[in-house]
């Protein structure tokens, strides 16, 4: 992921979890308990709600060249006990009713199975009403498991994972520094899919430059067209100070789209768009937030993309944009 990137907000904006900083010793919700996060903490907007447990810290592909997200952390699996531990601080501190668990950072999901059963049982066992946890995850953590093991961890109740794609064209993956194909990333996520779980699928806007851009929405389309995903989500990519990409940018090397370009680039990716998926475009940093389910909100989706793209609904101000 998680990418993931931007699909993510920091905790510090909208976390419901029970976490406590060290410096100020207060909790994200305003309850005093005495979790801690090795911050920055990222997770996506849908995990509001949920518990936050740092199985890992950082990503460890942390390669890729669009991300800062983990760039200060050096990736490391946190020991069983302490993990353990903070599972039971958290029952204490919010009683046996917790529903929704997310595993973080960067990609949880790398963690061998034994483990990932271990820390599935622990926290079933302290939230007995648990409905689902979830996780970011690269598509060779999914690879590096058989189908047996998959849907083992689905059973735990790993219901959702989170994976970018990024882009369904290979140049720019390679470019980037993704890490995979295309072709694994549709094959892990089938295989994902094929165990139970949902997916939710993430493609980065912007992300081919300017000269690629209608072929990388083309071929993006082409990917979620074979996955279908339970969920698409489209963001806008926006160079983030310190990563590879935001300095070839800087120096001239690599040529963004601008608002309407991007625009275009989201209709050419909905037009291709033929799976059922529940698509989402409402990201901060978007230019025009979109939201529906396919196939049946396609010809709607396209309308208000040709409204933006003819300046008949205005289209989000830079100043607005987030990450
Ligand atoms: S896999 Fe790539 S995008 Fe996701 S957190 Fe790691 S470096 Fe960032």
Request: aromatic letters at 6%; a positive charge.
């Amino acid at each position: 992921m998680s990418y993931a990137t931007g699909q993510m907000s920091t905790a510090a904006t909208a976390q419901r979890a029970v976490a406590v900083r060290r410096r100020p010793p207060l909790c994200y919700n305003g309850c005093m308990c005495e979790l801690e996060y090795e911050e920055p903490l990222f997770r996506p907007p849908s995990e509001a709600a949920s518990l936050i447990l740092q199985a890992t810290i950082g990503c460890s592909h942390n390669r890729c060249a669009f991300c800062s997200m983990y760039q200060t952390k050096k990736f490391r699996v946190r020991p069983s006990a302490e993990l353990r531990a903070e599972i039971a601080t958290a029952r204490r501190a919010l009683g046996p009713d917790v529903g929704r668990v997310f595993l973080a950072d960067g990609d949880a999901m790398c963690l061998s199975t034994r483990r990932l059963v271990e820390i599935l049982d622990a926290v079933r066992a302290s939230f007995p009403r648990l409905q689902r946890v979830s996780a970011y995850a690269n598509a060779r953590d999914i690879l590096h498991k058989s189908d047996t093991e998959l849907t083992e961890l689905r059973q735990r109740k790993l219901k959702l994972l989170y994976l970018g794609l990024e882009s369904g064209d290979d140049f720019t993956l390679t470019a980037i520094e993704k890490g995979a194909t295309v072709d694994q990333i549709v094959t892990a996520v089938q295989r994902a899919r094929a165990a139970g779980m949902a997916t939710s699928v993430m493609v980065l806007i912007g992300l081919a430059g300017r000269e690629r851009s209608l072929e990388h929405a083309r071929l993006s389309a082409a990917a979620i067209n074979r996955m279908e995903p339970e969920f698409t989500a489209l963001l806008t990519y926006t160079p983030v100070p310190g990563s590879p990409l935001f300095e070839r940018i800087a120096r001239g090397d690599f040529e963004l789209p601008g608002p309407r370009e991007s625009i275009a680039e989201i209709r050419e990716f909905v037009k291709n768009l033929d799976c059922r998926t529940y698509f989402t475009c409402n990201h901060a940093s978007n230019y025009l937030p979109l939201t529906g389910r396919l196939p049946t909100s396609k010809r709607h989706l396209l309308e208000l993309l040709d409204a933006g793209a003819a300046g008949a609904i205005a289209l989000k101000p830079e100043f607005l944009r987030g990450l």
